[in-house]
RNA sequence: GCUGCUAUGGCUCAGGUGGUAGAGCACAUCCUUGGUAAGGAUGAGGUCACCAGUUCAAAUCUGGUUAGCAGCUCCA
């Protein structure tokens, strides 16, 4: 007999009991909606036999893991309904992911959405046939025979194999796949199937080779949690700002000016005005120093960076790059090196120290013509750049302090609860890639990490995502599609003031070198614009919104009324406007809705009459009639708080 | 950059199998002066993204270019 731990409750099994049968004796409903086992904490199979004491923890759909058994099957299952569609595909490989999962196949045309359906059909029957899903241990011969049709699957085999990992298959009918597992314990629970798109993808992720078809699915034990998924993402997509952004009228692009170049029109203008404004007198109260400086300069400083080895392809260069005989510029991609100057302009002490340096820096990146993305990923952006020089034993009170100042920028746009953190480290493999020797980089990450885990912030760790020149903490957020990009980023570096001649004069009276901070406090303004409009629908709180209040006058009577209250609200510092055209209230309320203005205010004869307003705020229809003043008084209040 | 999809008036979209364009919204003018999400009439507006090719004939077929979308790779 064995005693296993549910939960804090211990009962008494016959050893090799499995944890599907434990789950069945805990109730049937328990077993049925059961994925997936965790023993000790480790993740396994409901196959698995209990041979000793243990913990056990049974996951169902509604737990992460157990949710991730059911993907990771369904994968498999999609997989078995294209080999017998199709039976010269190769497979790559097919993980769970956050919602769904994916499956890389190559050997065949590119899926369309046409061919969904069949496969899907195909899955339904397969789930019909409800096949045991079973896991094996294998031999590297056994491996190399059952997969010798699968130039994917070898190479991975041949992969395991050379680490000395487990090499483990599972067998569902006719399809076996190379896998760790864990899987449900058979095809028959995966009743509510979609395929959501296919695309390409690289093998392995790397550009050289194969290209193959990456199609992508979800399912789910229930039909109606698929119905409920497909509507959120409906949902979800009619806050895509590239759609809405433009809708609204806060960007447009024009084919002859080129990709990733945005035009701002007076909407969005005026946001990223109004968030300039804010972050330069936040900084400033911060003991931040406004520095502007030029927008590109000549080879020669790029190559002092840096740049010129490191990020030479992400720069738009004037001139002929390889002639050394004339004269050539490029575009600023960073603004480390220009800021720098100001520190270099005289000699400094250690009393200048921290010098905090800012600037609401343009900059130009000349992204690969895919990676643009409405306002997100552009190849000229403004950013509120900041680099910090400061002494080393200053580093851990700056740093917190440019985390403080991300988050109460984060919180304050209401963004705060949507971020994630992200730990980017060099990757000592790829050692071509970034500056500095080994010893420098361990010196910079460990440090990094001591502040981190001082300051108990919770973050992931991202290899190979590090600057060229230091280790950085990337504040993450997710657009609307789930695609993941950095709002924010605090890097250390320990580089670049050395091979700028960048010192200070210490205590001691001799030179050191300073370390630097690189940092931003908002990100760059047309990214964080986008992730605003997809917060909020369009919807922006009111102290961003670029007309906070529409007047809408019934008749022509009230025109007089209606300019002496513009005026009012204007000289009151509020961005107001007047509907004076003859439609009717109906229909410039329907107008002033659809453009999300936080309050109408319509006039009548009876407002005119007693110099009151009738107050309609977007986000509850009823509206209150009171006096002007009552109005500022709120509305300014709401705008002074930046409430949201 | 790669793969797939796409490109018709400012916007959203119709235009089987080739015979040189249509709707709604928006816009303009006029009528309407109406109490909380679309009043009516009339009108203007398009070398069907661009460049080649096939054809008696191309919005429609083919190739290229540019741009848009999703994914990959890359990055704020």
Redesign the pocket.
């Known amino acids: 007999m064995i005693h296993v731990d549910l939960k804090g409750t211990i009962k008494e099994f016959e050893a090799g009991v499995s944890a599907a049968d434990v789950a069945k004796s805990i109730g049937m409903g328990l077993y049925k909606s059961a994925c997936a086992a965790k023993v000790n904490g480790e993740v396994c199979d409901l196959r698995t036999a209990l041979t000793e004491d243990c913990s056990l923890e049974i996951l169902t759909f509604a737990d992460e893991e157990g949710k991730q058994a059911f993907w990771h099957t369904a994968a498999h299952m999609m997989a078995q309904a294209i080999q017998r569609l199709y039976p010269e595909a190769h497979f790559g490989i097919g993980p769970s992911l956050e919602d769904g999962w994916y499956y890389d196949v190559g050997g065949v045309k ?1 899926f ?1 959405p046409d061919d969904f359906p069949a496969i899907e059909a195909e899955m339904k029957k397969i789930a019909k046939e409800d096949l045991p899903v079973e896991k094996k241990i294998i031999t590297l011969e056994e491996g190399r025979a059952m997969f010798a049709n699968q130039p994917y699957k070898l190479e991975l085999l041949e992969e395991y194999a050379e680490k000395g990992w487990e090499l483990s298959v599972y067998t569902q009918g006719d399809y076996t796949d190379l896998c760790a597992g864990p899987h449900l314990m058979s095809t028959g629970v995966v009743k509510a199937v979609k395929l959501r ?6 093998w392995r ?3 050289s080779k194969d ?1 193959l ?2 199609v992508y699915g979800i399912a789910f034990p229930k039909a109606s949690e698929l119905e409920a998924y497909v509507a959120q993402q409906e949902e979800a997509l009619k806050r ?1 700002h ?1 759609k809405i952004g ?2 609204l009228e806060y960007f447009t ?1 024009v ?2 000016i ?3 170049l945005p035009i701002l029109l007076p909407n969005g203008s005026r946001v990223i005005q109004l968030l300039q404004r804010w972050v330069e007198d936040t900084e400033q109260k911060r003991g931040y120093l406004l520095t502007k400086t030029p927008l590109m300069a000549k080879r020669d400083l790029y190559k002092i960076s840096g740049h010129w080895d490191h990020y030479r392809d ?1 720069m738009f260069i004037l001139g002929d790059a390889d002639d050394e005989s004339k004269e050539c510029f490029a575009l600023r991609p960073m603004t480390c090196p220009f800021q720098y100057q100001v520190y270099l302009n005289r000699k400094r002490s250690y009393r200048d120290l921290p010098m905090r340096l800012g600037e609401t820096s343009t900059l130009f ?1 000349n ?8 306002l ?4 000229q ?1 403004t ?1 509120s750049e900041g680099h910090l020089v400061i002494r080393p034993d200053q580093l851990e009170e700056e740093f917190r302090g440019c985390l403080e100042l991300a988050k109460e920028m984060l919180d304050t746009l209401g963004l705060g609860e949507d971020v994630s953190y992200r730990f ?1 480290q060099w990757d000592p493999n790829r050692k071509d ?1 970034y500056e500095g020797t080994t010893e420098q980089w361990e010196e910079a990450q460990g440090l990094m990490k001591k502040i981190l885990d001082h300051l108990g912030l919770d973050y992931k760790v991202g290899v ?2 590090a ?1 060229f020149y230091g280790p ?1 903490l ?1 504040i993450q957020i997710k657009n609307v ?9 605090i890097q250390i570096d320990m580089l670049l003031a050395e091979k700028f001649g960048m010192t200070y004069v210490g205590e001691d009276g001799q030179e050191h070198t300073p370390y630097i901070i690189h940092r ?1 406090s908002i ?2 303004y ?2 964080t614009l986008a992730l605003l409009l997809e917060k909020y629908a369009g919807a922006l709180p009111t102290w961003m919104m670029p007309t906070q209040v529409e007047i809408i006058p ?4 009230q025109h007089e009324y209606a300019r002496k209250l513009h005026e009012q609200l204007e000289a009151a510092g509020i961005r107001v406007e007047t509907d004076y055209r ?6 410039k ?2 107008e002033a ?2 453009k999300k203005i936080p309050y ?1 205010l ?6 005119m009459e007693e110099g009151l307003v ?1 107050v ?1 705020a977007r986000k509850e ?3 209150g ?1 009171m006096t002007v003043d009552a109005f500022l008084a709120q509305i300014l209040k709401e705008i002074a708080t930046k409430e949201r």
Request: net charge negative; glycine share 12%.
């Open positions: 590119p369309t798109q296919a695309t390409s993808a690289y992720g790397d550009s290209r078809c990456r895509d590239n433009r809708e692009t084919d002859s080129g990709q990733g992400g990146r992204e690969d013509s895919g990676e643009m993305h409405g997100i990923r552009v190849r952006f950013i980017s890639k190979d995502e600057a950085k990337d599609f789930g695609k993941e990009d950095t709002l924010i980023t931003t990100g760059c047309e990214r019934i008749t022509d009577r003859s439609e009717k209230m109906g229909y309320i329907r809705q659809l109408m319509v006039v009548g004869d009876k407002e009738a309609r229809e009823k509206a009639v």
